[in-house]
């Protein structure tokens, strides 16, 4: 006779996660739609692809693939610290954002720490908060969708969090915050409080606009191969800040989790910048053709710092009533959850024939 299986429990921090899923990825509806291919608008990936010398060097990379990569990424270090004039020190590379945000959140939130972020926004931080144990405050968007700069810097004061969370450019909202605005909320940090600047968006932003090269001990920028250079699939993206934090990442960070392939990819992309600037130009041209669709049904949309657009349907139930009806057309995009973002859908810009496709599907459900 079998004995009676005990329930073995996790950490309390862990059991008391409530089960949740942070994305149903689109192959998970593609089974359970029994859809043989989707227009995959829904997840901000490129449209354009990685750079042909990215995929060059990786697939002559392939047969390396029984050796492990290097644990330090030590050349892309290097040519990240070229790029933004820092030293290898100060770069740190992860599996993506999603991973480093992971460690951000394991150094320095932990049972008892609370964490503050706009309530709606990117939600993998979260995740990670409540996964280490941590509690999440937060404020909410204004009602421009906006971030609400000067809400999350009261809050900051009143609630001294150990980190604040804050994605400039925004998803899923697409706004940018001008550089005086981030400064000022750095400006107003307490002493033991670390922003968290989420910028896998950076790319798509002219660097005027943008909050200019800094390092310092309560700041860590965190940035992706995965948007505009199209690189989503190889899981790759890197951190800037102190040596010390470097050095605190280092400590927890999966030692092999970076694999070659990624690394090798993401160095020759870097090199391709002529690459990057025509996916910027393209994806420009796309917002503004997602701007005049949505601008001739009528409806209104969020001017947008990234490469997808947030379209006013106007409540949340209309709102997710064509996300169904597109997704049952075969056409993926996703839509913010909360208020006041509720009643838009997100589109990713695709390429000039998914836009055309994307707009026929659209009007049609739309005006029907
Ligand atoms: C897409 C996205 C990420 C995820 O980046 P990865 O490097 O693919 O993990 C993180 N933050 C924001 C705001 C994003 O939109």
């Not at 309530?119 to 971030?147: E, I, K, M, N, Q």
């Not at 969090?161 to 450019?169: D, E, R």
């Not at 409080?193 to 910028?199: N, Q, R, V």
């Not at 280092?250 to 002529?274: S, T």
Request: hydrophobic share 45%; charged share 20%.
């Amino acid at each position: 006779m079998i004995p009676e299986m005990p329930i073995l429990r996790a950490t309390p921090a862990i059991e008391a996660i409530p089960p949740m899923t942070p994305f149903i990825g689109p192959e998970q509806l593609m089974r359970e739609g029994s859809h043989a291919r989707l227009l995959r608008l829904g997840a901000n990936e490129s449209a354009f692809g990685p750079s042909p010398k990215a995929v060059a060097a990786m697939s002559a990379e392939l047969p390396h693939l029984s050796w492990y990569g290097d644990p330090e990424s030590f050349a892309l270090r290097e040519a990240l610290a070229a790029r933004f004039g820092c030293s290898l020190e100060n770069v740190c590379v992860g599996s993506g954002i999603d991973d480093l945000m992971g460690l951000v959140v394991r150094a320095f939130i932990g049972p008892g720490s609370v964490a503050l972020a706009t309530r709606g926004t990117y939600p993998t931080f979260a995740y990670h908060v409540t996964g280490f144990g941590g509690g999440l405050a937060t404020v909410d968007y204004r009602a421009d969708g906006f971030v609400d700069v000067d809400a999350l810097i009261r809050r900051t004061k009143s609630l001294r969090p150990s980190i604040v969370y804050l994605a400039n450019p925004d998803n899923p909202s697409g706004t940018l915050l001008e550089r005086g605005k981030v400064e000022r909320l750095f400006d107003a940090l307490p002493a033991q409080t670390l922003l968290l600047l989420d910028e896998a968006y950076a790319d798509f932003v002219e660097a005027e606009a943008f909050l200019g090269p800094m390092i310092h001990s309560q700041l860590v920028r965190v940035r992706t191969f995965s948007k505009a250079y199209g690189m989503a699939g190889a899981r790759i993206g890197f951190a800037i800040t102190t040596p010390r934090n470097v050095a605190t990442f280092q400590k927890i960070r999966l030692h092999y989790g970076v694999n070659r392939n990624a690394q090798v990819g993401a160095m020759a992309a870097l090199e391709d910048d002529a690459f990057v600037a025509h996916v910027v130009q393209e994806v420009a041209r796309g917002r503004d053709d997602y701007y005049s669709l949505a601008a001739s049904l009528g409806l209104g949309t969020i001017p947008s710092h990234t490469n997808f657009v947030c379209i006013d349907c106007g409540d949340g139930r209309t709102a997710t009533a064509l996300m169904e009806t597109l997704l049952r057309r075969g056409v993926f995009i996703r839509k913010p959850a909360l208020p006041p973002l509720e009643g838009y859908v997100r589109v990713t810009v695709g390429t000039p024939e998914e836009r055309a496709q994307f707009a026929e599907h659209f009007r049609a459900v739309i005006s029907g």
